[in-house]
């Protein structure tokens, strides 16, 4: 199930960066301007216990579903899925150190309730 996901997404980024790659000039900042959540960087991991997957990109704030890209800051998203469902009440806490930066919080659940 996982390596359809890869190949997937694999298949998605190469479809995107062929049409890229074949648009006339001068159209790319039209695209930049029309694209509301660009991933630039994704990070997997996976053991017994948890998958992880770590995205980062420039996202329009606030970010809305409405067919228009407004101005966009750098995120980064942090998901995480248990392999088993975890005990009522459950808290899960990060600390993610990028160079001398060290980021701490807690994890909600994912509207959908399968990851964190």
Known sequence: MKLKKIIGILIAVCAAAALWA???????????????????????AESDSMEIVIITGKRERPYKVDGKSEAKSDY?????????????????????????????????????????
């Open 22 to 44: 074949c648009a006339p000039k001068g159209t790319d900042q039209e695209i930049l301007d029309s694209i509301s959540d660009l991933r630039t960087n994704i990070y997997t």
């Open 76 to 116: 980064t998203a942090i998901s995480i899925k248990p392999a088993e469902l975890p005990a009522e009440g459950r808290v899960y806490e990060y600390a993610l150190t990028a160079g001398k930066n060290t980021h701490t919080g807690r994890f909600t659940v994912h509207p959908f309730g399968v990851t964190y």
